[in-house]
């Protein structure tokens, strides 16, 4: 007999003898242990019959603690569960001190399982989570593959900085009390490891569009890096991204792609992890039940969910933008913190979400943003002042995505990049694509933490990547 999974024999209708190895939650009463081994979010139930176990044994089945379990699987004689295991034999495979066991059964605060981050997938919220995380990511590569995009690999070291926003991690193995230097006193990085200066990218956009402009469509999924100093519940240091990128494509199409793409991932785990939604959905509304009535979530997490799948996005320029804040309650009353005033502010998010929460209700695209606030590579538009930008924002999250239509005429890009003293040497294979055969070119970036965090609920950004890189904090 090979050992069975709590999903399975939950699911099983053959009354037979099995096997299971898990972790037991709870053993009460001497008698019932609520094992679990990560397959599924319920437990399955053990019966021991306590009279004829030795009492040693009994006494090492303890919360935490890793057994071996044979017995038969019945009816269950009590309420609550359908099926049940009627143990023949326990192997304790591994002890566990219930006196200094950090995952007790009962409610934890989520900073302390932050801080025994290696044992909190032991609790049934960071196990849903962690099981849709992992599903939402099998469905981002379903999608591509299935819509005809390559997966391709971007480098993680790199010498550029995409979003020239400056905020990068160094890449060096230069001794640090004692670098050599040039004659001028700067560190000379011709003597470090790439022979010069190289850093943690903080997206794979410009390589992607390199592979975009031969193979068509394509996409990086993999881990990025920004050494931005935000302490807030939306930023990592280290977090996911999602970058499709595609040739003749333009911005219109670029809405479309990524509206599609976040519809259909987020209906893939509507399907595939019911059980696991519907606890997230019950520890939500339990959540709201001890908040006041004006911070309660309008809908419950499905509803949510299909709310955004069930409805279109709604498109709105920047220009108009500005116009609904600059006119709106928050803005006249001085309850933003940053007053929007004219055109060309930059949004914080604090009017993304009254755009998407109080004035349209449903997720917003705003496009066409001022050059002057955007990344360098970004179509300028015939107006000379906005490019074809665009940030998805979401309820309770703000920008989820951000992309854009790419600059493909060499001329003008030479000139954004000259004004923005970004040296052509540096990127003279990107300009190299704008020599040979150019194209129209587009493509967007989704943080998949922020999208984990609209599937299940959670408020922190902490809570939905296994182990959090934030300032300070660089733990396990
Ligand atoms: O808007 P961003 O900076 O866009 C880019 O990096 C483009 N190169 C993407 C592209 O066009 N290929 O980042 C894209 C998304 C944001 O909308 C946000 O969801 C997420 O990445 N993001 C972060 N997520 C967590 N922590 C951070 N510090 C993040 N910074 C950006
Ligand atoms: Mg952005």
Redesign the pocket.
């Known amino acids: 007999m090979t050992p069975s999974t709590v999903a399975r024999l939950l699911k099983q209708t053959t009354f037979q003898e099995v096997e299971i190895k898990g972790w037991v939650r709870t053993f009460r009463a001497n008698r019932f242990i609520a094992l679990n081994d990560g397959s599924t979010i319920n437990n399955i139930q053990c019966v021991v019959d306590f009279e004829n176990t030795d009492e040693a044994v009994l006494k090492r089945i303890t919360t935490g603690a890793a057994v071996h379990i044979t017995g038969n699987l019945v009816e269950s004689q009590g309420k609550g569960q359908r099926v049940e295991i009627e143990v023949n034999t326990i192997e304790i495979l591994g002890d566990s001190d219930p006196e200094t066991y950090p995952i007790q059964p009962k409610k934890h605060t989520f900073e302390f399982l932050r801080e025994n981050a290696h044992l909190r997938t032991r609790t049934n919220t960071f196990s849903a989570v962690m099981r849709l995380r992992s599903s939402l990511s099998f469905a981002v590569h379903k999608y591509f593959n299935e819509n005809g995009f390559y997966y391709m690999h971007t480098p993680i070291i790199t010498g550029s900085d ?2 020239g926003a400056g905020e990068m991690f160094r890449v060096s193995t230069l001794d640090q009390k004692n670098p050599p230097l040039t004659e001028s006193g700067d560190i000379d990085h011709t003597q470090n490891f790439f022979g010069k200066d190289t850093n943690l990218t ?2 794979g ?1 410009l390589e ?1 569009e390199t592979y975009a402009m031969s193979l068509g469509k394509v996409y990086t999924f993999g881990p990025t890096f ?1 050494a ?1 100093n ?1 302490n807030t519940s ?4 280290e ?1 996911w ?1 999602i ?1 499709p ?1 595609v040739a003749f494509m333009d911005l219109a199409g670029n809405m479309d792609l990524a509206e599609d793409f976040m519809k259909s991932v987020i209906n893939h785990v509507l399907e595939n992890n019911r059980e696991d939604l519907e606890f997230l959905d019950k520890r939500q509304a339990d959540e709201d039940k001890t908040k006041s009535q004006a911070e309660r979530n309008e809908l419950s997490l499905i509803e949510k969910l299909k709310f955004v799948t069930e409805n279109n996005f709604k498109r709105v320029s920047y220009t108009e933008a500005i116009d609904i804040l600059r006119n709106s309650k928050p803005n006249k009353k001085k309850k933003f913190k940053y007053r929007i005033d004219e055109w060309g502010a930059d949004l914080q998010s604090e009017h993304e979400r009254f755009l998407v929460e109080k004035h349209f209700k449903c997720p917003v695209i705003l496009f066409d943003y001022p050059a002057n606030i955007k ?1 360098f590579y970004m179509r300028l538009n015939e107006d000379g002042k906005t490019v074809r930008a665009m ?1 998805i924002l979401f309820p309770g999250i703000g ?6 239509q790419r600059e493909e005429r060499l001329e003008v890009l030479k000139e954004k990049m000259a004004a923005l003293n970004i040296p052509e040497e540096e990127l003279w294979w990107y300009l190299d694509l704008r020599k040979y055969g150019t194209a129209v070119h587009s ?5 998949f ?2 999208l984990v965090m609209f599937m299940t609920g959670m408020s922190n ?1 902490r809570d939905v990547i296994p182990y959090p890189r934030t300032p300070q904090n660089a733990e396990f």
Do not use: N
């Open positions: 995409a979003e903080v997206s956009q992607a920004r931005e935000s939306r930023h990592l240091s977090f991204m970058e990128e990344a940030d920008e989820i995505v951000g992309g854009s493509g967007f970036g989704l943080g933490e922020r950004i």
